[in-house]
């Protein structure tokens, strides 16, 4: 684990893979009634049959949201408070089916020097067990403050 003058010398070094975890049709179905977003490709098992996927597909953003345990086990700095200050891109090249396994990787872009700490630049990819392209590729900055 880094400490917060140490971060600089993560500039273009991969991060990663973290362990792989499993998508859920009930961790689906949470994240539909949280955002209140019942579509049918997400939470219709029988539906989504005979959608464009063959099956249920995790929402994109519930994707997004898994970025945060997935930077805080990637990038965690031992003597600093991390934030997410927020994102320059994001991409959904390809599903993150119900079912399948998924994992995240990072690489750091850049880091700079802020007033009380480091601003790091992190690309951080979804990896879906056996798919060739990620289910998210995301350009996230986090602020590190001593």
């Keep these: 684990m880094p400490t917060l003058h140490e971060l600089p010398g993560l500039a273009g070094q ?11 049709q009930e961790r689906v179905n949470a994240f539909a009634d949280v955002t209140e977003d019942h579509n ?3 939470v219709d098992p029988e539906r989504a049959k005979a959608s464009p996927f063959g099956r249920t597909i995790a929402h994109g953003y519930l994707g997004v949201a898994l970025l945060a345990p997935i930077s805080q086990q ?5 003597d600093a408070t991390g934030v997410n200050y927020g994102m320059d891109r994001l991409r959904f090249p390809a599903p993150l089916p119900v079912g399948e396994r998924f ?4 690489e750091v872009a ?8 480091m601003q790091v630049k ?3 990819e979804i990896e879906v067990d056996g798919q060739e392209r990620p289910a998210l590729v995301a350009d996230c900055l986090f602020r590190y403050y001593a």
Excluded: F, S
């Design 122 to 124: 992190v690309t951080l």
């Design 14 to 24: 991969r991060l990663g893979p973290t362990q792989w975890r499993e998508m859920t």
């Design 110 to 117: 850049e880091v700079t020097e802020i007033k009380g700490g």
């Design 40 to 42: 049918y490709i997400h």
């Design 74 to 78: 990637l990038l965690a700095v031992e």
């Design 103 to 106: 994992r995240g990787t990072a």
